[in-house]
């Protein structure tokens, strides 16, 4: 079941939303850091059977005529397919195909020329179903930043000009690591009649879209998190003996998978993945290392630099730094390019819930400053920064002054910069919010009550309920801008979602103005300061958010990223229970930028842009423009027959003066200038005569009625009640 291609567009007075309806329940959405060849942004979510991949923006798919797609049909197996087209082979575990049947299905998408700038907002071009047969909790992908096919080759792994490559855990245990072709399969590819003869003809596996999937097995429960880098090549004691053997070949690309579950008290596996081009799917690897923990981890991430780090949020404990490269014995045998075990080289402890000696939940972390800083999220609102390899120019010291220094063992308690998100002071602070008028003032008096009320009001287990996270996206170099990350990180739900748009820039601000000091964070320009995302309930429509993304705005053009000009660099991707919805924020003033998104569509010559966002009525087309209302308070007539003494009907509409015509009120410029004109609709009918009503004695007995209900009123809650009851 595809999600829609056509979204919701709502404009609010500060960003415009565009909401996806995806009719089943999503656990998981991530970005893809690579453009696909044609120039579209890949979004991978997992859900309740499987995962989707969506192929946005981008040079659409030309309308291929049936003349056309015989011809290439009747041509696929004689003449060489273009550089993009695509080979898919069937699964050796399928059936032998019949006569008369080719074996293999080459696919050639063609694209338009040009993307089309005249489209208010970039449309879905592609989506392709990979079907599991269960959930898909857990994505994850290269920490690698953001780019085209054309620079895609990290660290000289070619097949990232070609493939998606990318990890995935299931509701029943199994870990996947999967490649796809980068280029969106062709509508010709999704019709074929092979894909219609059975219900598992699509299923991931098949071979059916170009697929491959390798099992890394090992793990007894479904895992809690992942992550996975790429093996940088090197020379090492553990390679001399293959280049003595004459091996003039290049060493094929390889990433290393981690997962963490609550296997046992927790347990961190890594597995090492060839990535090979002529691998099938059917391989299964075991972990070259397994870390059994005294708790399970709540999420890990790689250093982008160092690839060898692992950064493992063990909350509310301490985060920690874990090195699968260096041995934690000097006598290591094994015989692989690693060791049988890593080493753990710090800690990072965050501060105490005053009064009492727990320390605060830790919501998230993850690497910032190109893998030199930590930034944390705690669960009462309070962010800061670990500077580990001295990015600032503050910083006293380096804890990793050379790469490979040996430190192992050492922790660090104090943040180099810290500071609180805006309107998180109720949860340090929940007196406050009674004292507000928002909570009873009622306190228990029992000894068991009471102890219960002041740990549940000052203790951990009020903070241990609370959700968040943080997403780091690296922000492409331009020749006018230096490379960045921007941030966007959230806590409790839509209420409080911030983004950061550059970070180095607002470390550096913080710094300058004395950060952890009561600091206005949202003052200042732009690129210095955390700008909080309103009115995000009305993407969602009420559903509960699950987690936040981003994605970074390419140009037009197809490379460089937006400058500061345009808003945002990134925009954000907030993940609902069964919607996507994607913010574009911009700092232009609303209808002039913005409001053009929804007006290139429905604008029309005679109309001026309104002033306002607010709700306009408009009488719909099938309904007349004016409409008569009685809305007299008189006694109603009988439908019997007129009395002698009225007129007869002839003579009603002889003596009835013609009615004038009644001028109503020009279209409202504003949402609700309609209520202004509510007293001339109701008189629009012409009344034949007036109805005799006694206003005094009505006026008495509402004051009648007033006297008792204040004699009620005063008299509630004083004195003993009387209740007799009848035998």
Not at 163 to 169: D, E, G, M, P, Q
Not at 248 to 260: E, G
Not at 423 to 433: D, V
Request: hydrophobic share 35%; with cysteine.
């Amino acid at each position: 079941m595809t999600p829609t291609t056509v979204p919701r567009v709502r404009r609010t007075a500060h960003n415009t939303q565009y909401t996806y309806d995806l009719r089943r329940r999503i656990h998981t959405v991530q970005s893809y850091p690579v453009l696909s060849p044609q120039g579209a942004t890949i979004l991978i979510y997992g859900h309740e059977n499987g995962i989707t991949i969506v192929w946005r923006g981008g040079r659409p798919f030309k309308e291929v005529t049936k003349e056309a797609e015989r011809g290439s049909t009747a041509k696929q197996n004689g003449n060489k397919p273009p550089a993009d087209a695509v080979m898919i082979i069937d699964s050796d575990e399928e059936d032998a195909a019949p006569a008369g049947k080719g074996a293999s299905f080459v696919d050639e998408p063609q694209f338009e020329d040009s993307i089309d700038e005249d489209a208010p907002y970039p449309e879905i071009t592609q989506t392709l179903d990979l079907e599991f047969g269960t959930a898909v909790y857990h994505l994850a992908s290269l920490p690698m930043t953001p780019c085209t096919a054309d620079d895609a080759a990290w660290e000289g792994a070619e097949i990232l000009k070609d493939k998606i490559v990318f990890a995935a855990s299931c509701a029943t245990r199994e870990v996947f690591l999967i490649t796809l072709p980068l280029v969106p399969p062709s509508p010709q590819s999704k019709a074929r009649p092979e894909l219609q003869e059975s219900l598992l003809a699509g299923k991931a596996g098949n071979g059916k879209w170009g697929e491959t999937m390798t099992l890394l097995a090992g793990q007894t429960r479904h895992s809690d998190g992942l992550a996975m880098t790429l093996v940088k090549s090197k020379t090492s004691d553990r390679s001399k003996s293959s280049e003595r053997s004459g091996s003039a070949s290049r060493a094929p690309t390889r990433v290393v998978v981690a997962a963490h579950s609550s296997d046992a008290s927790g347990a961190l596996r890594l597995w090492d993945v060839p990535l090979d081009a002529s691998s099938k799917t059917g391989r299964r690897i075991e972990p070259f290392q397994t870390e059994y923990l005294p708790r399970p981890l709540k999420a890990v991430s790689f250093n982008p630099t160092h690839t060898t780090q692992l950064l493992c949020n063990a909350s509310p404990v301490a985060v920690r730094i874990y090195d699968y490269a260096l041995p934690s014995m000097p006598d290591d045998m094994s015989e692989g390019p690693f060791p049988c075990q890593g080493s753990w080289l710090i800690s990072f402890y965050p501060p105490f819930i005053r009064p009492t000696a727990s320390r605060k939940p830790i919501l998230a972390a993850s690497w910032i400053a190109n893998g030199r800083a930590v930034l944390v999220l705690l669960a009462d609102g309070q962010w800061g920064i670990w500077d580990i390899y001295g990015v600032s120019p503050q910083a006293s010291n380096t804890l990793f002054d050379k790469p490979g220094s040996g430190i192992r063992g050492d922790a660090l308690t104090h943040f180099n910069v810290s500071g609180y998100v805006e309107g998180t002071s109720p949860l340090r602070n929940p007196a406050s919010q009674r004292a507000s008028g928002n909570g009873s003032e009622f306190v228990p008096m029992t000894p068991h009550s009471r102890r219960d009320a002041l740990t549940t009001t000052y203790g951990p287990g009020r903070l241990a309920t609370v959700q968040g996270g943080i997403v780091v996206t690296p922000l492409p170099a331009s020749t006018s801008t230096t490379a960045d990350e921007s941030i966007a990180l959230w806590i409790g739900g839509l209420e409080h979602v911030f983004v950061i748009p550059g970070v180095l820039k607002f470390w550096d601000a913080q710094i300058r103005k004395g950060a952890g000091g009561g600091v206005n964070l949202f003052s200042g320009a732009q690129p210095t300061r955390m700008l909080r995302m309103g009115d995000l309930n009305v993407g969602l429509m009420g559903e509960r958010c699950i987690g936040v993304g981003s994605i970074v705005r390419f140009s037009e053009s197809g490379g460089a990223n937006l400058s500061g000009g345009e808003g945002l660099p990134v925009e954000l991707l907030v993940c609902g229970e069964s919607r996507l919805v994607i913010v574009r924020e911009s700092e232009t003033v609303v209808g002039t930028r913005i409001g053009g998104v929804v007006g290139r569509r429905k604008a029309r010559p005679s109309e001026r842009p309104r002033e306002n966002s607010a709700i306009v009525v408009f009488p719909r087309p099938e309904l007349p423009g004016s409409v008569a209302y009685n809305l007299s308070v008189g006694p109603r007539r009988t439908l019997s027959r007129p009395s002698s003494d009225e007129p007869s009907a002839e003579q009603q509409q002889q003596q009835q003066p013609e009615p004038r015509p009644v001028l109503l009120p020009s279209r409202p410029r504003s949402g609700f200038a309609f209520a202004d004109s509510l007293s001339a609709a109701a008189d629009v009918e012409a009344q034949s005569e007036e109805d005799d009503r006694d206003v005094e004695g009505e006026m008495l007995d509402l004051m009648e009625i007033d006297r008792e209900l204040d004699a009620l009123d005063s008299g509630r809650g004083r004195g003993r009640k009387k209740v007799i009851f009848d035998e």
